[in-house]
């Protein structure tokens, strides 16, 4: 038994209320002022710390098998827990693809041995996630859906044909799971790096269009509705996209989405140079998409957050955006840093933050998880608001130390970490 004592839990109406929280067998047994420790129980004291759900990612990338040399199941898992996260949805482009029941259950072996927190598998929505075949293969929806997998996802790639999309959203309904697109039309990637603005004309840098991303949701919300699967989009970043997917909310399909911290604090003018650790996929757009994303959050338009955490080694990273592999790390510093640029200068409250990052994407995906209740699973975070900390990537637990923040002071960091009861990582 644990009992954390003297932290704050933030209400509904965004007040910090001192209440303590008793863990038996893995589950919140008591949450209330009058909650006192028992003779002989672990005491965890909050004081003056924020006690908090551990935060939900579902678009985490943590390249084991295949890659083990950017992530494993055990780094990943570990950085995300450093960073507050208690479950987290692993993306699919792994050596081999999860795309077969063979596949999955080798990796649910894996993850039963080398994970720190709750890791839930996505499974590919086309073989080998092939987007440049001919005809894209669908896998087996029926196979898959049976080996405990958390949706469908072609992550990394975008389904390139309607058809395929078409299919696998009638499957995906069958089955009742989500899919989760990344959407990217390859005939309009131009052999960009970067967001195709004023930024990358500056650089000299071929660029990637908007509509790159946009068209393809414009063609999926309306495979949605002829399908009726809930349709869920990764890593929105342009201001036609939150268009798009507002009117289809609006047109009542079943389109929900997600948006990552760069996306929100960074545009193409914070680009400093033309180096490999400010390429990502989206890459940072213009000043007003960056306003559509944090409009579109507070609307309700993009429903929660999501990292898009991309561990890459130094050598894949270190040239100019072109020469440079997609993607940056986003476990470890994405509390800290919305909490920074959005909670201290009072755009989001404190509570929203916390939502998007846990309740939300909870509530997305219909997941038990994400919220401190009588009989909720154990997974807290306790975080210090006034912790003050630059952001130092030799420092992160994750194998990537691919970040542009690195020497970025933020406040509001993690410093202890509870999975199912027990404390999987904390601060010194
Ligand atoms: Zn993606």
Same mark, same amino acid.
């Given at each position: 038994?644990?009992?954390?004592?003297?932290?704050?839990?933030?209400?509904?109406?965004?007040?910090?209320?001192?209440?303590?929280?008793?863990?038996?067998?893995?589950?919140?047994?008591?949450?209330?002022?009058?909650?006192?420790?028992?003779?002989?129980?672990?005491?965890?004291?909050?004081?003056?710390?924020?006690?908090?759900?551990?935060?939900?990612?579902?678009?985490?990338?943590?390249?084991?098998?295949?890659?083990?040399?950017?992530?494993?199941?055990?780094?990943?898992?570990?950085?995300?827990?450093?960073?507050?996260?208690?479950?987290?949805?692993?993306?699919?482009?792994?050596?081999?693809?999860?795309?077969?029941?063979?596949?999955?259950?080798?990796?649910?072996?894996?993850?039963?041995?080398?994970?720190?927190?709750?890791?839930?598998?996505?499974?590919?929505?086309?073989?080998?996630?092939?987007?440049?075949?001919?005809?894209?293969?669908?896998?087996?929806?029926?196979?898959?859906?049976?080996?405990?997998?958390?949706?469908?996802?072609?992550?990394?790639?975008?389904?390139?044909?309607? /058809?395929? +999309?078409?299919?696998?959203?009638?499957? =995906?309904?069958?089955?009742? #799971?989500? @899919?989760?697109?990344? *959407? !990217?039309?390859?005939?309009?990637?131009?052999? /960009?790096? +970067?967001?195709?603005?004023?930024?990358? =004309?500056?650089?000299?840098? #071929?660029? @990637?269009?908007?509509? *790159? !991303?946009?068209?393809?949701?414009?063609?999926?919300?309306?495979?949605?509705?002829?399908?009726?699967?809930?349709?869920?989009?990764?890593?929105?970043?342009?201001?036609?996209?939150?268009?798009?997917?507002?009117?289809?909310?609006?047109?009542?399909?079943?389109?929900?989405?997600?948006?990552?911290?760069?996306?929100?604090?960074?545009?193409?003018?914070?680009?400093?140079?033309?180096?490999?650790?400010?390429?990502?996929?989206?890459?940072?757009?213009?000043?007003?998409?960056?306003?559509?994303?944090?409009?579109?959050?507070?609307?309700?338009?993009?429903?929660?957050?999501?990292?898009?955490?991309?561990?890459?080694?130094?050598?894949?990273?270190?040239?100019?955006?072109?020469?440079?592999?997609?993607?940056?790390?986003?476990?470890?510093?994405?509390?800290?840093?919305?909490?920074?640029?959005?909670?201290?200068?009072?755009?989001?409250?404190?509570?929203?933050?916390?939502?998007?990052?846990?309740?939300?994407?909870?509530?997305?995906?219909?997941?038990?998880?994400?919220?401190?209740?009588?009989?909720?699973?154990?997974?807290?975070?306790?975080?210090?608001?006034?912790?003050?900390?630059?952001?130092?990537?030799?420092?992160?637990?994750?194998?990537?130390?691919?970040?542009?923040?690195?020497?970025?002071?933020?406040?509001?960091?993690?410093?202890?970490?509870?999975?199912?009861?027990?404390?999987?990582?904390?601060?010194?």
């Amino acid at each position: 038994m644990t009992v954390i004592v003297n932290g704050y839990i933030v209400n509904e109406f965004n007040e910090p209320t001192r209440l303590n929280i008793r863990l038996v067998d893995g589950k919140i047994s008591e949450i209330g002022a009058e909650v006192k420790p028992i003779a002989g129980e672990e005491v965890i004291d909050a004081t003056d710390l924020i006690v908090a759900p551990g935060f939900i990612d579902v678009h985490m990338h943590l390249r084991e098998p295949g890659f083990e040399q950017k992530e494993t199941i055990s780094s990943g898992t570990m950085a995300a827990a450093h960073g507050g996260f208690t479950t987290i949805c692993a993306m699919p482009n792994t050596n081999p693809v999860p795309d077969s029941a063979a596949r999955l259950e080798a990796l649910h072996q894996l993850i039963s041995e080398d994970s720190h927190i709750r890791v839930l598998p996505y499974a590919a929505i086309t073989k080998a996630l092939d987007a440049n075949a001919s005809v894209e293969q669908l896998v087996d929806f029926d196979e898959l859906v049976a080996s405990d997998i958390f949706a469908f996802s072609d992550d990394g790639v975008g389904v390139q044909s309607a /058809g395929t +999309m078409y299919q696998a959203m009638a499957e =995906a309904a069958r089955v009742n #799971k989500a @899919i989760v697109a990344h *959407c !990217e039309d390859n005939s309009l990637i131009l052999g /960009g790096s +970067m967001h195709d603005g004023r930024r990358a =004309a500056q650089l000299g840098v #071929k660029g @990637i269009p908007s509509v *790159c !991303e946009s068209v393809q949701i414009a063609r999926d919300v309306l495979l949605a509705e002829a399908t009726g699967a809930h349709y869920h989009v990764c890593h929105v970043s342009t201001v036609e996209s939150v268009r798009v997917i507002r009117d289809a909310k609006a047109a009542g399909i079943h389109v929900t989405c997600e948006v990552c911290p760069h996306h929100l604090i960074s545009d193409e003018n914070d680009i400093t140079a033309n180096t490999g650790n400010w390429k990502m996929n989206p890459p940072l757009r213009a000043t007003r998409d960056r306003q559509a994303l944090i409009t579109g959050l507070m609307d309700g338009t993009i429903d929660c957050i999501s990292t898009d955490h991309a561990p890459h080694c130094e050598h894949e990273k270190c040239g100019k955006m072109e020469d440079s592999a997609f993607g940056i790390v986003g476990s470890e510093t994405a509390f800290a840093q919305l909490y920074t640029h959005f909670v201290k200068t009072k755009i989001f409250t404190l509570k929203q933050l916390l939502d998007w990052m846990s309740q939300a994407v909870a509530d997305t995906f219909s997941l038990p998880y994400g919220t401190l209740a009588v009989g909720a699973s154990a997974d807290i975070v306790l975080i210090d608001l006034n912790k003050q900390k630059t952001i130092d990537a030799t420092a992160f637990l994750s194998l990537g130390k691919n970040t542009p923040y690195t020497g970025q002071t933020c406040y509001g960091w993690p410093v202890r970490t509870l999975y199912n009861g027990k404390t999987v990582w904390q601060e010194n």
